[in-house]
Each structure stands twice: as structure tokens, then as C-alpha cells.
């Protein structure tokens, strides 16, 4: 499956799964899996992570809508967020609830899709009339 967003061919589902970085979230898991709870560390390779997501996605998903390659790299920031992961995991009331994470993951799961996949409204063909004939 292509990452790239076909507006004309896309469902809203199609597009959402590929909104979502799914390989670089689970880099991340990984990573945070084996790395030390130190703050620094973990920010660097959020920042990596970050830097890297529209690079992967351009390179190697062939990916070349500046606005796809915006929303799935922010989609990566959601999701962190939302697990509590990374430089996230430090924060405390009132900046991180785990409710927050919840909240925004849903909203931005529905928001950003249906901005990617509005097309303008095209014009009902024309049929032409039909033309009788007599039979003789």
C-alpha cells in the first residue's frame, strides 16, 4: 500500500491509515522499551524521530505532499503525546492527564483526514438524449 493520498480514489479510513506513521511509532516503542527514564536522552530521540519521520516518508514511502508529510509528522507528536512516551513521560499536572493524550488522539484521528481528502465538487457528466429511430 502506497503512503501516498490519491484524493479522487482515497476513502476517509484509507487516508487515515495513512496519515499515521505507523513504522516510526513503533520505532519509537522500541526505543523507549530499552532506553534509561533520563530526560535528555529521551528528547534527543524524540527529536530524531521527528526530524527523520518526513525524510522516511518522502525517501522511502515515496510520499511528495508537503501537507501529508506536515499532518503524519505531527500525527507522530500526537501519538507520543497520547501514550505518555518520550520527553511527555516527564510532565506533570496540569501540562500531561492522561485523559489529554486520549482526547486530542481522537480528535486529531478525525480532524486532519477530512481536510486531506476534500476534492472540488465536479460537474454531473452530460448524457446526450437519446435519439429514436422508426423501424421500418
Same mark, same amino acid.
Given at each position: 500500500?502506497?503512503?501516498?493520498?490519491?484524493?479522487?480514489?482515497?476513502?476517509?479510513?484509507?487516508?487515515?491509515?495513512?496519515?499515521?506513521?505507523?513504522?516510526?511509532?513503533?520505532?519509537?516503542?522500541?526505543?523507549?522499551?530499552?532506553?534509561?527514564? $533520563?530526560?535528555?536522552?529521551?528528547? @534527543? %530521540?524524540?527529536?530524531?524521530?521527528? +526530524?527523520?519521520? /518526513?525524510?522516511?516518508?518522502?525517501? &522511502?514511502?515515496?510520499?511528495?505532499?508537503?501537507?501529508?508529510?506536515? $499532518?503524519?509528522?505531527?500525527?507522530? @507528536? %500526537?501519538?507520543?503525546?497520547?501514550? +505518555?512516551?518520550? /520527553?511527555?513521560?516527564?510532565?506533570? &499536572?496540569?501540562?500531561?492527564?492522561?485523559?489529554?493524550?486520549?482526547?486530542?488522539?481522537?480528535?486529531?484521528?478525525? %480532524?486532519?483526514?477530512?481536510?486531506?481528502?476534500?476534492?472540488?465538487?465536479?460537474?454531473?457528466?452530460?448524457?446526450?438524449?437519446?435519439?429514436?429511430?422508426?423501424?421500418?
Amino acid at each position: 500500500m502506497s503512503r501516498s493520498i490519491e484524493t479522487d480514489r482515497s476513502s476517509f479510513l484509507e487516508v487515515l491509515l495513512k496519515l499515521i506513521p505507523s513504522e516510526v511509532i513503533a520505532v519509537h516503542v522500541f526505543i523507549q522499551g530499552v532506553m534509561p527514564r $533520563v530526560f535528555w536522552p529521551t528528547f @534527543v %530521540v524524540f527529536l530524531l524521530l521527528v +526530524g527523520i519521520t /518526513p525524510l522516511y516518508l518522502y525517501w &522511502a514511502m515515496g510520499v511528495r505532499s508537503r501537507p501529508q508529510l506536515t $499532518v503524519s509528522t505531527l500525527s507522530l @507528536v %500526537v501519538w507520543i503525546y497520547a501514550l +505518555g512516551q518520550g /520527553p511527555f513521560r516527564f510532565m506533570r &499536572a496540569p501540562w500531561w492527564e492522561p485523559w489529554y493524550g486520549s482526547v486530542l488522539l481522537a480528535l486529531w484521528t478525525l %480532524v486532519p483526514p477530512m481536510f486531506l481528502t476534500r476534492t472540488e465538487p465536479q460537474p454531473a457528466p452530460r448524457v446526450a438524449p437519446k435519439i429514436r429511430t422508426r423501424k421500418r
